[in-house]
């Protein structure tokens, strides 16, 4: 029985069925909990090496910074429920409304955990279901057919986990070159979108051609382009004509790695990460080719070290201050809003 009917036109929380005018501004790529190991960077050098599992303190904090993916104990946000509900509730005091958590398989989500986050901090909290990248994965899920992907997923979306139940199909990993598991993996997800008219939030890996090719792939098996996100554009297209050409095929165009201001990106060493100035340079460009409506804007945390707690910008960076420079750049507050509360609004309702 499919019981979707009662969710169209409306957004699904770990705390149940809400209307989109009551999400506010909405941070649509965030992790509230997950561990990260296989993003481990091995030490380059001796005294890297000796860092790498040394206690987060002031004076280790500036090599921690340049360098989060060697330093074992933050590749993970367990054990810092307090913090983070802290953090969440500092959010809401800044005019935040609504989280969207992309933890999905391979990144060990609980929907138990989100829940008890969105009661005590009356912030909706929105949760993914699906599958992460390739190289996070064990078994079962790896030998996972079509199928059983679906079957998953249609599960956590229509009847959730004791109950609670999963919004959005995402964010859905991908790799560069694409592997056979991650288009099972899009294939299941898109013609889960043609079912239940779920939205969908993908990672591309990070090579100039992925956003283009996982979007294909899912326009093939049935997805819908103005349902679904692309996330990281902020590390993926270093080319405004590239990215132009992109934002034609028409998905929702994410820039959510605010508050990373790092030369230095150890995920990937061929790039160089573009500052917040440069991110709203983008933004910028892209609403005056006439894409307000398309836009989104999130932090992607995923590691201790961009928590509050330990130092960093925390989720509140973009309303604190990312806003009041775009406003000085000349992006006005119809279009903040459009990218904070309207486009998250839109893009969280299920349309069948």
Known sequence: VNNMAACKGKVITVQGIVDPSSLGATLTHEHLYLQVPF????PKNSLAKKLSTAPFELHNLGWIRQNPYTHIPNLTLYGEWEAIKEEITFFKENGGGTIVENSTVGLCPDLQYLKSLADATGVNIVSG???YIDTAQTEPFLS???EQMAEKMRSEILDGVEGIRCGIIGEIGTSWPVTDFEKRSLRSSASLQEELGCPIIMHPGRYEMAPTEILRI????GGKAEHTVMSHLDRTFFNTQTLLEFAELGSYLEYDLFGTELSYYQLNEAADMPSDAQRIQTVKILLDEGYEDRLLLSHDIHTKHKLMK?????YSHILMNVVPKMLQRGISQDQVNKMLKTNPQTW?????
């Open 39 to 42: 993003f481990y960077s091995p």
């Open 129 to 131: 279901t699906g599958f």
């Open 144 to 146: 996972y057919s079509e």
């Open 218 to 221: 899912l326009l093939e098996a």
């Open 310 to 314: 330990y130092g960093g910008h925390g």
């Open 348 to 352: 969280l309702q299920f349309f069948k």
